[in-house]
């Protein structure tokens, strides 16, 4: 399996930040793991680097309870500017909810691909890249 170019944790969880890196570095899935602990770090990543395809990820992973700007902020602001890209990006919903209204609210937004209740098992994480 060929490993992604880039891959963007957007969560201020450190307990999940720290072994999602470790398994995609340890199965070796993506050459560079980006992390931001609040949307709104991570929206402005994404603004300054809009005419730079190669510096935008392939993959987000969203969490939803996030100081700053949480993970429904930052998809109201992504979807604005999503058309304005010039590559997918494909968006995870990664979180802890169970509330079936978080998982309606997120699969209405085109923009994310599924929600997944953490933890995440290697399994998954080696399903989601290798279908990307």
Wanted: with cysteine; aromatic share 10%; net charge negative.
């Amino acid at each position: 399996m060929k490993a992604l170019k880039q891959l963007t944790l957007v969560d201020d969880d450190e307990v999940f930040v720290f072994l999602t890196t470790k398994m995609l570095e340890k199965y070796k899935l993506v050459d560079l793991i980006k992390i931001f602990e609040n949307g709104y770090d991570a929206l402005v990543y994404i603004k300054e680097n809009m005419d730079n395809i190669e510096r935008l990820p392939d993959i987000i992973f969203l969490d939803l309870s996030m100081p700053i700007m949480d993970g429904w902020q930052f998809l109201e602001e992504f979807v604005k500017i999503n058309p304005k890209i010039g590559k997918t990006i494909t968006i995870y919903i990664c979180s802890s909810s169970i509330s079936p209204d978080d998982v309606n609210r997120a699969k209405a937004i085109n923009e994310v691909s599924d929600f997944i209740i953490k933890p995440m098992t290697k399994d998954r994480l080696v399903e989601i890249i290798k279908n990307l």
